[in-house]
């Protein structure tokens, strides 16, 4: 059976995991890091005008937030955008997956004099955040939740890798694709295909012997899952 290691965090992954599974694939979940809520004092959002979210895992760090919730909420995504509204957020507008659809997405329903409020971890870089103060917009960072990174591999997926079981391996950001190359440095990825969210999630795989690297058409679940059954099929044995 064709074996399928993803590498998102616990509760992405277990969603997609059970899709691949009613797929006819066998499945490994490892997550590279692990996502820590942070003790970060709420700011005054009294002048916030709307709500960025680029990952989900923000989402699980949210507690007292009923205020926010009737502000528009743009959402990097269909996945963070179904989270958004299972957290209670009402007025949402979702990108395809890319940054630069959520800039657009952004410039195009709100006034130059916006105030918004990027919730978000540790890691997330500026981008978003420069490219709106630019425009004359002004954004608040949220840092909510830490990802740390894991600094060995599980007995479990060592062994797997050891005996040449995995046959494609998921990775859904840059920094999984960072923490994974030099874990698996001493490792025989020849067998395995490395299906990467973009381009950028797939250069630090790059270090790495793979049987093939490919590269999903745009970046969401939806097109990962294709690009695994195009060039990974299910094989039954």
């Known amino acids: 059976m064709t074996k399928v290691l993803i590498t998102r965090p616990q509760e992405a992954a277990s969603e997609l995991a059970n899709k691949l599974i009613k797929a006819g694939y066998s499945v490994l979940s490892e997550p590279m890091f ?23 895992n923000a989402l699980t760090s949210l507690n007292e937030i009923k205020d926010l919730l009737a502000l528009p909420c743009f959402c990097v995504g269909p996945k963070t955008a179904e989270a958004a509204a299972a957290k209670g957020f009402k007025n949402i507008k979702h990108s395809e997956g890319s940054k630069t659809e959520l800039l657009e997405l952004i410039n195009a329903h709100t006034p130059t004099t916006a105030t918004l409020l990027h919730i978000c971890g540790t890691a997330t870089d500026d ?10 917009r002004k954004v608040n960072m949220w840092r909510v939740y830490e990802a740390k990174p894991f600094s060995a591999f599980s007995p479990e997926l060592r062994q797997a890798l050891e005996k040449n079981e995995i046959n494609a391996a998921l990775f859904f950001s840059p920094r999984t694709a960072r923490i994974f190359a030099p874990l698996a440095a001493e490792n025989n990825c020849a067998n395995i295909t ?14 790495l012997n793979w049987k093939q690297i490919a590269i999903a058409q745009k970046p969401l679940e939806s097109n990962m899952v294709e690009t695994l059954t195009r060039v990974c099929p299910v094989i039954k044995r």
């Not at 490395?194 to 270090?207: G, H, N, R, V, Y």
């Open 34 to 56: 692990s996502i820590q809520k942070l003790d970060a004092a709420k700011p005054n959002t009294s002048s916030t005008n709307a709500i960025i979210l680029t990952s989900r």
């Open 194 to 207: 490395a299906i990467a969210i973009s381009a950028e999630a797939a250069e630090p795989l790059k270090t």
């Open 127 to 136: 981008y978003i955040s420069a490219a709106l103060t630019k425009t004359g």
